[in-house]
């Protein structure tokens, strides 16, 4: 697992639950207020976490999702701070974006005002949903030779690892 897995991860779970907002990588070049509304994701620190000894570089990534809306909006900061609890609550609930033990549940979840550009004509504001996410970046060395599934039973195996000697349940 790498980088661009999970943050193509959460990018497709952002897509999947808010279909009518644009939601791309975040660019401060962009000009916001044409993608208004958005979600803008950003990977903002990448400190290294303790290692874990299993071949794995583990980090505790800071990502930030910048919640984007056109100044044409009518109670523009309410709609913002709604817009950020909705973005706040689904990564809480969804949070794991990729199966098999490369993403812990995030924490130090919070969302404070972001970037804001007032015109008469092309004006953005924006909240900034913030989280910090421990990621297991790279392969295990530790992978199973062969995956045992199913529940198997024997009475007083000689060898517990052949399977000829158990029922399957």
């Not at 790498?2 to 907002?21: E, G, W, Y």
């Not at 008469?120 to 970046?137: A, M």
């Not at 530790?142 to 198997?152: F, L």
């Amino acid at each position: 697992m790498n980088l661009s897995d999970v943050h193509q991860a959460i990018t497709d779970a952002l897509k999947s639950r808010f279909p009518k907002v644009t939601i791309e990588s975040y660019d401060p070049d962009e000009k916001m207020s044409e993608l208004a509304p958005a979600c803008l994701l950003n990977i903002e620190e990448l400190p290294k976490a303790p290692d874990v000894g299993d071949g794995r570089y583990p980090v505790v990534a800071q990502f930030a999702i910048h919640c984007v809306l056109g100044q044409e909006v009518d109670n523009l900061q309410m709609e913002l701070q709604e817009f950020a609890i909705a973005v706040s609550q689904f990564v809480h609930e969804k949070g794991i974006w990729l199966m098999g033990s490369v993403v812990e549940k995030p924490f130090n979840i919070e969302a404070y005002p972001g970037n804001f550009r007032k015109e008469t004509q092309g004006g953005f504001d924006s909240w900034v949903v913030n989280w910090e996410q421990k990621l297991y970046l790279g392969a295990s060395t530790w992978q199973p030779e062969i995956v045992k599934n199913g529940i198997r039973i024997a009475t007083n195996p000689t060898n517990e690892n052949d399977q000829d000697e158990c029922r399957s349940l």
